[in-house]
């Protein structure tokens, strides 16, 4: 019977929580393209929420949301990682290369029509729900009453 190591590090026991209720999944644009898309931490949200505020008019504020996530959802595209700045230990360094990394995504987003951006965000909203489906089953998240389900789905309509 293998032996288990004893934490007695409290950090690194709170860092493993950071994987709690994160979920990859992979989307075949084509034969020879794919993207892998991941759920999103309370920082990226953050940053989505305050790029988005920006836009004048509720088409401008959802479109920019939905690029914006992308932008940071999105995390490999062909099995290549988009996401190599998270293995830098220098915060400088780390900063600076994500900020370039997501600009470079964005930019790249940016020019995506209406319709590839809306169906890629559709499969990120699947993966997003899997997630809260597998922290309602934890016990973690409040299970959804019926009238918020309502609320979301007209809001996602708009």
Known sequence: MAEQKLVKDPFEILSKLTE???????????????IAISTIGAEDEAEIFAAATKEKGTTEYFSKTKRETLVRAITAVNGLSLKEYEKLDKIVDYNKV??????KVRKI???WNDNLVTFIYSKWSAIVKKSEDELTKMKILEPVKEEEKKEEKKEEKK
Do not use: Q, Y
Request: proline share 0%; net charge negative; aromatic share 4%.
């Open 98 to 103: 994500k900020e370039e990394t997501l600009a």
């Open 109 to 111: 987003v940016d020019g």
């Open 20 to 34: 709690v209720g994160k979920e990859t999944d992979e989307i075949t644009i084509s034969d020879d393209f794919k």
